[in-house]
């Protein structure tokens, strides 16, 4: 059975979904964002798994998300407040600390128990990278250009693109060697400490399947501290949960008509003549539109969701090939009282409570927790990234109990020679003896916990193989080659199918700009 038409409809209620479709529901256009799920969200999403905690299920906090998209759809007066995380606190082996804060000086102040020297060298340092991050930034709302195409307009763009950018040619090999070195090699022109190393190299081990030594990971730092919030709301905590950031999108978006629908999964992508018509969903029903936008990753939408006879072989192949393997997990955790770090000190370290904490001191801790994953196991001693928003959010637990949130790596999508299935108690007996060695007696406060592997990850929020970014954020799957060559403007080979989700350019991380760019493309060709 058909139902009414809308000028678009959005497949996937994830942030990005709903900032695509609110943009174009704001252009005047008819929308429809459809959700498989039971509540809209995606990976900003909060809900109650254990009774009386509530808990953001994959992401967990707030640092990227576009200043453009916050004032633009006015998501302060729909609900986003923004509560403040400490600085980062880094507990070191042998009970000594290091907070790495936002303030340089501060910072220097830190790193000087260290090394003087990189004390001293690291305003040079922030400064370098703060340059380079500039650059990229600006990237981010690009629209990818396809240098292979000889057609005037390709042409016309490319140009464009290089005109705009030309006040930056000199700082181009900054970016050069970001997208190119490891973050290890990266740093250590700079610094002369493994432990200063490790507290910036920790960034990126974050959601992606390499080690610090890994060609490549040093875009990866990068990537993790693009953000952009002065004036905007900050970074931190999100009142209520990260689903509080996709609650107040399609609240905003309400005002111009945007509907939303749960409990409707897709069985297939409605395709005419080489033009995507609408979508039918699992039990039936049609829903024809003009255009369809999917937030679903690139891999679930061409490979799943589209017949592949509508799509050139050489297209499939690019994006079957395109890397999604993911070694990242998290555990949700309700709990008696937070982790109590046995290196914290509330007067050398200048705040109440570490409610932001990486568990990654050095430089080999971390690079061996890779080569275990390489091998096919999951690591004995993971990396893991704690937060505790309970302390500053009062609406996510019972009076007097919290939740903790686990981020970390590496337990591969598929284990060589094992099963998850028989492997899991194991995994979190590691992860839970792990947080031991830092917050002595944490595992004895879990009340119950929610556990996800990258296999989780991909049946409950649809990431790809579990991949927080649907995709590596390698110089391969970047830019115009993000999810493949030829199509990294958000277009596919069929006419009014695009993709808006974090398979685009630029990548994951709760941004809101693929959605924003998809939008500004999908208007562009209506002629608005």
């Known amino acids: 059975?058909?139902?009414a038409s809308y000028d678009a409809l959005?497949?996937?209620?994830?942030?990005?979904?709903?900032?695509?479709?609110?943009?174009?529901?704001?252009?005047?256009?008819?929308?429809?964002?459809?959700?498989?799920?039971?509540?809209?969200?995606?990976?900003?999403?909060?809900?109650?798994?254990?009774?009386?905690?509530?808990?953001?299920v994959a992401s967990y906090v707030?640092?990227?998300?576009?200043?453009?998209?916050?004032?633009?759809?006015e998501l302060r007066k729909f609900g986003l407040a923004v509560l403040p995380a400490n600085d980062l606190f880094v507990p070191l082996e042998d009970g000594d600390h290091i907070v790495f804060h936002d303030d340089v000086k501060k910072t220097q102040a830190q790193f000087a128990r260290f090394s003087k020297h990189d004390a001293e060298i690291y305003p040079e340092f922030d400064q370098y990278l703060r340059e380079a991050?500039?650059?990229?930034?600006?990237?981010?709302?690009e629209t990818p250009v396809d240098p292979s195409r000889r057609d005037w307009k390709s042409f016309r763009d490319t140009a464009s693109l290089v005109w705009r950018y030309r006040d930056v040619a000199g700082k181009m090999y900054r970016i050069a060697d970001l997208m190119t070195q490891s973050v290890y090699d990266y740093l250590s022109r700079w610094f002369e400490s493994d432990t200063i190393k490790a507290v910036l190299a920790y960034y990126a081990s974050i959601g992606t399947f390499a080690?610090?030594?890994?060609?490549?990971?040093?875009?990866?730092?990068?990537?993790h501290v693009m953000g952009e919030h002065a004036g905007a709301g900050g970074w931190g905590f999100v009142r209520g949960g990260m689903g509080a950031i996709s609650n107040s999108i399609a609240e905003s978006a309400k005002r111009w008509g945007m509907e939303t629908r749960i409990n409707a999964p897709i069985e297939r992508v409605l395709v005419e003549s080489g033009r995507a018509v609408g979508v039918a969903l699992k039990g039936g029903e049609e829903i024809r539109a003009k255009l369809v936008a999917s937030n679903a990753n690139a891999k679930t939408l061409y490979l799943k969701l589209v017949e592949r006879k509508e799509l050139p072989a050489d297209f499939v192949a690019d994006i079957e090939s395109y890397r999604t393997f993911s070694t990242a997990?998290?555990?949700?955790?309700?709990?008696?009282?937070?982790?109590?770090?046995?290196?914290?000190?509330?007067?050398?370290?200048?705040?109440?409570?570490?409610t932001y904490v990486h568990l990654g001191p050095t430089i080999e801790y971390l690079e061996r927790a890779y080569d275990e994953a390489k091998y096919g196991d999951f690591s004995s001693r993971p990396f893991i990234t704690p937060v505790c928003p309970t302390i500053v959010d009062d609406t996510l637990a019972p009076?007097?109990?919290?939740?903790?949130?686990?981020?970390?790596?590496?337990?591969?999508?598929?284990?060589?020679?094992?099963?998850?299935?028989?492997?899991?108690?194991?995994?979190?007996?590691?992860v839970m003896k792990t947080m031991d060695g830092f917050a002595p007696g944490f595992s004895g406060d879990v009340i119950d916990m929610q556990v996800l592997l990258p296999p989780d990850l991909e049946e409950l929020i649809g990431l790809p193989q579990g991949h927080i970014f649907h995709g590596e954020l390698s110089p391969d799957q970047l830019f115009f080659q993000r999810p493949a060559p030829h199509y990294a403007d958000y277009r596919s080979p069929i006419k009014g199918?695009?993709?808006?989700?974090?398979?685009?350019?630029?990548?994951?991380?709760?941004?809101g700009i693929p959605g924003y760019n998809a939008a500004r493309e999908i208007l562009k060709d209506l002629g608005k």
Not at 43 to 56: D, L, M, Q, Y
């Open 399 to 430: 009076k007097g109990k919290h939740v903790v949130n686990l981020f970390g790596g590496h337990a591969p999508y598929t284990l060589k020679g094992k099963d998850w299935n028989n492997e899991r108690g194991r995994f979190v007996d590691t």
């Open 211 to 223: 080690g610090p030594k890994s060609p490549g990971t040093a875009y990866v730092l990068m990537h």
């Open 10 to 56: 959005i497949l996937g209620a994830g942030h990005n979904g709903l900032t695509c479709g609110a943009y174009l529901a704001k252009a005047g256009l008819k929308v429809l964002v459809l959700e498989r799920r039971h509540l809209i969200g995606g990976a900003a999403v909060t809900e109650e798994v254990v009774p009386g905690f509530r808990w953001s």
């Open 497 to 511: 199918l695009y993709l808006c989700g974090s398979s685009a350019h630029p990548g994951g991380g709760v941004s």
């Open 62 to 73: 707030m640092s990227l998300l576009s200043p453009r998209v916050i004032n633009d759809l």
């Open 1 to 3: 059975m058909a139902q």
């Open 133 to 141: 991050t500039n650059v990229v930034r600006r990237l981010l709302y």
């Open 329 to 354: 997990f998290k555990i949700n955790i309700a709990c008696e009282r937070p982790p109590q770090y046995k290196a914290f000190s509330k007067a050398k370290a200048g705040f109440d409570y570490p």
